[in-house]
């Protein structure tokens, strides 16, 4: 069975600063992993996704992941925090081949400081 | 153009009520979904419905119901509401092997 742990419920920055969002992850075969940003009273939108190819993953908004299979992460990083930034960010994980059914993390609540 | 839509957005219903809820995807997807999202934000797949193969999460009570009249349309029909039932209800599409599109969102709120 798969889960995600997404470290830290809150996460605040300074513009321009680092953002760096955790999450772990558990698998019994090779993961497809997600990130996906919620923006207040909006659906899910996806910032980037692993399948299995690059293990640097770049995705909108100037976000990128690592997957990293020796310690299970997926974090997700952006060199410098923008105000448009503050949002809820989902790790999500699924099995096997396809993207079917997601399981998602508890959510890290992003807020960026002027 | 939007690919996934659900109506209503809002949903304020008394218990005991039954509702329904509506998913429209313009895609082309083959997989619809059914996401919850409770008051903690924590998102958990209901439903995933692939050519009237539906595959339920064993948790989900069987007052939820999701129906299919087409390929494009992913209804959730919820009979004898109940307050925990209160959450945002998300929709979502996908191709195999992609990540799922998922919709704006519904409101319900159970009084």
């Known amino acids: 069975a798969q889960s995600v742990t997404q470290l830290g419920s809150h996460v605040s920055v300074s513009e321009g600063a680092l953002v760096l969002l955790r999450c772990n992850y558990s698998?019994?075969?090779?993961?497809?992993l997600f990130w996906y940003v919620q923006y207040p009273n909006q659906g899910l939108q996806l910032l980037l996704k692993?399948?299995?190819?690059?293990?640097l993953v770049k995705g909108i908004n100037g976000f990128e992941a690592e997957f990293k299979k020796s310690e299970t992460s997926f974090h997700l990083t952006k060199p410098s925090a923008h105000m448009s930034d503050a949002a809820e960010y989902f790790c999500?994980?699924?099995?096997?081949?396809?993207?079917?059914?997601?399981?998602f993390g508890t959510g890290t609540r992003l807020t960026v400081i002027p | 153009d939007t690919a996934v839509s659900q109506t209503p957005k809002y949903l304020v219903t008394q218990m005991g009520n039954d509702k329904s809820i509506k998913c429209e995807q313009n895609?082309?997807?083959?997989?619809m979904y059914w996401y919850k999202q409770d008051s903690k934000k924590f998102l958990k797949i209901m439903f995933s419905y692939n050519n009237k193969e539906l595959i339920i999460n064993e948790t989900v009570p069987n007052r939820f119901s999701p129906k299919s009249p087409d390929k494009a349309h992913l209804n959730l029909h919820i009979n004898s509401l109940e307050l925990g039932d209160s959450a945002v209800y998300f929709c979502?599409?996908?191709?195999?092997?992609?990540?799922?599109?998922f919709g704006p969102g519904t409101r319900l709120t159970v009084t």
């Open positions: 692993y399948t299995s190819a690059a293990t």
């Open positions: 895609l082309g997807h083959d997989t």
């Open positions: 698998s019994s075969v090779p993961p497809y």
């Open positions: 999500a994980v699924s099995e096997g081949t396809g993207a079917n059914n997601l399981f």
């Open positions: 979502a599409s996908s191709q195999p092997g992609s990540s799922p599109y």
